[in-house]
């Protein structure tokens, strides 16, 4: 376990990203996840989670998104300058939104093209047989077409692909998503091992927050490209406006529409 | 009955030749989504090259592919890096007017250094002609069209086994993701241009084998273009199929139909008819993906 005076894996230092030259979607985020631990980002649809990731990984200016301000320190050296494999090949790696499996390959090429970022050579075939160890439903399907596999199989693959990666610093992106309550509960639990056992740093993005604060050590609450709330998990858990607006929890009585707004109201005070 | 068969074989022998042509469109396509529009100059160049060291240099055949090979990448790997790398970003269409005014600029220096006349190979194959059954190949057919086959089946290899064939398809598939698993989707494009012009040079040997070579050559890539929108841009096994279909149903136009009318040429006009035939029904092709649009 680190020390808090260790610097952190990654430090996003006061980034703003903006689309089309036009667009703000990042307002000053800064955040930092240390060294082995799961640090969970959440927020609502559009507060710019997602962004935050791409940032990180360079995938931002393939959709028009530039950082125009802030730094994304990995290890001490700023990735907004870096191409996307560069960034893949310090150890970086993205599992995106949506699974973006190669849907014409098959489940055994789907893994090898992971090889791509890591470093050195050897040992791929081992590798791929721990994937197919984590998950021996991919191992049932190691030659069919990545399109062919069903939702919670390509989650799967999406994820395998980052074990062959080899990453220090794994970015996940809604595992979750579309995904049945058991397979979220497989999915989670791997994320877990995989951290403990790969020693892996994961950065997980979740609009599942119950599930996220379960496995994460330390939580970043993101509304309209800010920061408005952190801390570690046991005492977001306790927080009241993350027990009503993200853990859906208020002492079992039903929320009215009239607390919404006077939540919204504080939000504006917040940000 | 020995007339159509007669007919569809020479048909298929020309179609393969057809489909090694389309490939250098699908490869370029499939990785980069520009449809090359030069496809028919780098045939002529490489036809070129081939020609030169064979006459100038005497090389013996086999070796005067290798050089119209090397020379054919170098070439596609200068147009990538200079003209197309600056590019990436643009919009398709800019791109694809690039590389219209690329196949005008082949066109000239071909003229250039090779003047316009009209040249033909030395004898390369035997002039024995082959007999399958009561279907007679003429030799300047069949030998063109065994290479043609073993280059689409290398090229399928390629594309199927090696790490780089995968990391290219996977390029193909989803140009962010191949980025962000760490392949180089910059060397990726100017693999598929290295791809694409090699191919073309071999296809432009083959034709050059059986027509001669003029800087006019490349106008066949056009030709070519149907049977590339028949199997679908993005789609090699399509390319396959489709350049066998067109090569039949050109034969038997050129067989059945033109002795019929006093002008003849319907061979030359059925390619495009079933191409706009085609693109009624299946406007992504026979086995292209439907949202082709993507970039």
């Given amino acids: 376990m680190t020390t808090p005076e260790t610097p952190p894996l990654l430090a996003v230092n006061n ?53 125009e301000a802030g730094a994304v320190l990995y290890r001490g050296e700023d990735l907004s300058r870096l191409l996307p494999h560069q960034i893949a090949r310090r150890g970086v790696f993205q599992v995106r939104e949506g699974r973006h499996v190669f849907e014409e390959l098959d489940v055994d090429e789907n893994l090898r093209c992971a090889t791509y970022a890591r470093r050195g050579r050897g040992g791929v075939a081992e590798d791929v047989e ?53 397979l979220v509960e497989e999915i989670f639990g791997i994320v877990r091992r995989i951290n403990v056992e790969q020693g892996t740093t994961i950065l997980l993005v979740e609009q599942n ?24 998990v046991e005492r977001l858990k306790q927080d009241r406006d993350v027990q009503e ?19 919204k109201r504080r939000k504006r005070w917040l940000s | 009955m020995d007339f159509l ?87 398709a269409i800019s791109v694809i007017m690039v590389t219209i005014g690329l196949s005008s600029i082949f066109k000239g220096i071909a003229q250039i250094v090779w003047s316009g006349e009209y040249r033909s190979f030395p004898q390369i194959f035997p002039r024995r002609p082959i007999l399958l059954g009561p279907v007679l190949l003429p030799s300047r057919h069949a030998y063109p069209f065994l290479i043609a086959l073993a280059a689409i089946a290398l090229l399928a290899l390629l594309f199927r086994f ?25 060397r990726m494009f100017s693999f598929s241009w290295i791809l694409a012009a090699t191919t073309a040079a071999l296809a432009g040997i083959v034709i050059g084998t059986i027509g001669g070579i003029s800087p006019q050559l490349g106008a066949v890539g056009l030709r070519i273009f149907p049977v590339v929108i028949l199997g679908g841009l993005d789609s090699i096994g399509g390319a396959l199929v489709g350049g066998v279909v067109m090569g039949i149903l050109e034969n038997l136009a050129g067989g059945y139909l033109d002795p019929l009318l006093p002008g ?32």
């Fill in chain 1, 15 to 67: 980034l703003e990203v903006v689309y089309h030259h036009t667009v703000q979607v990042l307002k000053g985020l800064s955040l930092s996840v240390p060294e082995g631990r799961i640090v969970a980002l959440l927020g609502s649809n559009g507060a710019g989670k997602t962004t935050t990731l791409k940032a990180i990984s360079g995938l931002l200016p393939l959709e028009d998104g530039a950082v």
């Fill in chain 1, 130 to 182: 721990k994937v197919y160890a984590y998950f021996p439903r991919l191992a049932q399907r190691r030659g069919s077409l990545a399109g062919h596999l069903s939702g919670g199989e390509q989650q799967m693959l999406a994820i395998g692909r980052a074990l062959v990666a080899r990453p220090d610093l794994m970015l996940l992106d809604e595992p979750s998503l579309g995904l049945s309550p058991l």
């Fill in chain 1, 209 to 232: 927050a119950a599930m996220a604060l379960e496995v994460a050590s330390y939580g970043y609450i993101l509304e309209s490209g800010k920061i408005v709330l952190d801390g570690p």
């Fill in chain 1, 245 to 263: 607006f993200y853990l859906g929890r208020r002492g079992g009585q039903r929320k009215s529409y009239r607390d919404v707004k006077h939540y």
């Fill in chain 2, 5 to 91: 068969l007669q007919l569809v074989v020479s048909g298929v022998v020309t179609g393969g030749i057809y489909a090694l042509i389309a490939i250098g469109f699908v490869v370029v396509y499939k990785a980069t989504g520009v449809i090359n529009f030069a496809t028919g100059e780098l045939m002529m160049i490489g036809a070129f090259f081939a020609w030169t060291a064979m006459t100038a240099l005497h090389a013996p055949f086999v070796v005067a592919l290798a050089v119209a090979a090397i020379g054919a990448a170098a070439v596609g790997a200068l147009v990538e890096r200079v003209v197309l790398r600056p590019l990436m970003g643009q919009r």
């Fill in chain 2, 162 to 186: 090696t790490r780089t064939g995968v990391a290219m398809r996977a390029t193909a598939d989803d140009q962010a993701t191949a980025f962000g698993m760490g392949i180089d989707v910059r």
């Fill in chain 2, 264 to 295: 003849g040429g319907v061979k030359d006009v059925v390619p495009f008819a079933a191409l706009v035939l085609i693109l009624m029904v299946r406007p992504y092709g026979l086995f292209g993906t439907r949202d082709i649009e993507r970039l």
